[in-house]
């Protein structure tokens, strides 16, 4: 299990992906996205049963995990904070260059969580 230091120098392990593993996580390092967290799940889990089918299910926890996994590592979340003001910008090759850099955060944290 890999881990970084998150706020207050506290270790925040990466989690297990398992629902209460990744909602316990996302409680230390993004307590705000809990209420978001816990709509996608009961969606997630509604359409597994409508769909007769686990993908709604394994498409939420990877989704998750890889949230987690930007907001528990300094390096992910300051980037990932940097771009996403960068979007916003007038100039359209900032603007640009900061969706290619979201791309590559969320490529990099998906790359952790699978491996």
Sequence with gaps: MNAEVGP???VI??????PEALRSAL??????????????KDEGFAKAVEWQSLSPVQSWVLI?????EIA???DLSARYARAEQALEHDDPVIAQKAFRELSAIIEEALRAVRA
């Design 13 to 18: 392990p990466r989690p297990e992906q398992t």
């Design 8 to 10: 207050g120098g506290k």
């Design 72 to 74: 528990r590592r300094r």
């Design 27 to 40: 409680a230390v390092v993004a307590p705000g996205l809990l209420e978001k967290m816990q709509t996608t």
């Design 64 to 68: 998750w995990a890889k949230e987690i």
